[in-house]
T-cell receptor, first 115, second 113 residues
Framework: AQTVTQSQPEMSVQEAETVTLSCTYD???????LFWYKQPPSRQMILVIR??????QNATENRFSVNFQKAAKSFSLKISDSQLGDAAMYFC????????????FGTGTLLAVQP | NAGVTQTPKFQVLKTGQSMTLQCAQD?????MSWYRQDPGMGLRLIHY???????DQGEVPNGYNVSRSTTEDFPLRLLSAAPSQTSVYFC????????????FGPGTRLLVL
């Protein structure tokens, strides 16, 4: 069965600095998708970034980028120039390729941003 | 375009009571799903639907029923609430079931006493 592990329950970063959140996953599939979702105190789940496993190029979205290491089954999120509004719970999620859209989530990393 | 909406935002139930959590989307999405979020855990899939009239079980379906009579609506029913169902419930939707990005509603917080 596929699993997603986030080994950092909490992280802290200074405003304007860079932070990296870790995520590893276990799967025997070759076709899948990975996501990072942000959950601020409002509880709304907000998509941060998406990576297709077949793409070698790492996805980027403004200040957010990923380091996707398929062989190592690692999918870390880098936040550059951290802002106070980045403070939130971040979830890594795996979606199996094929005729399904089921997401498997990690347990989350709570990110604090210090002014 | 409201996206994915959920009602109510918060509900308190007594053990054994029934209720329906509402979810609606106005994006003409085929795929809809329900997740629950418990402290210290990520979201877990309860039920999902790939289109009107078609539903299937997810990871934690026990105690919940769903139906999908229209494209827009995907209600989640608790027939006899238990304290173990105290959780935050999220509805999500995507265009199709083929690995498309899912968009989440704001969540419903449920407390079962």
């Amino acid at each position: 069965a596929q699993t997603v592990t986030q080994s950092q329950p909490e992280m802290s970063v200074q405003e304007a600095e860079t932070v990296t959140l870790s995520c590893t996953y276990d799967t025997s599939e070759s076709d899948y998708y990975l996501f990072w979702y942000k959950q601020p105190p409002s509880r709304q789940m907000i998509l941060v970034i998406r990576q297709e496993a077949y793409k070698q190029q790492n996805a980027t979205e403004n200040r957010f980028s990923v380091n996707f290491q398929k062989a190592a089954k690692s999918f870390s999120l880098k936040i550059s120039d951290s802002q106070l509004g980045d403070a939130a719970m971040y979830f890594c999620a795996y979606c199996y390729g094929g005729a399904t859209n089921k997401l498997i989530f990690g347990t989350g990393t709570l990110l604090a941003v210090q002014p | 375009n409201a996206g994915v909406t959920q009602t109510p935002k918060f509900q308190v139930l007594k053990t054994g009571q029934s209720m329906t959590l509402q979810c609606a989307q106005d994006m003409n999405h085929e795929y809809m799903s329900w997740y629950r979020q418990d402290p210290g855990m990520g979201l877990r899939l309860i039920h999902y639907s790939v289109g009107a009239g078609i539903t299937d079980q997810g990871e934690v379906p026990n105690g919940y029923n769903v139906s999908r009579s229209t494209t827009e609506d995907f209600p989640l029913r608790l027939l006899s609430a238990a304290p173990s169902q105290t959780s935050v419930y999220f509805c999500a939707s995507s265009g199709t079931m083929y690995q498309e990005t899912q968009y989440f509603g704001p969540g419903t917080r449920l407390l079962v006493l």
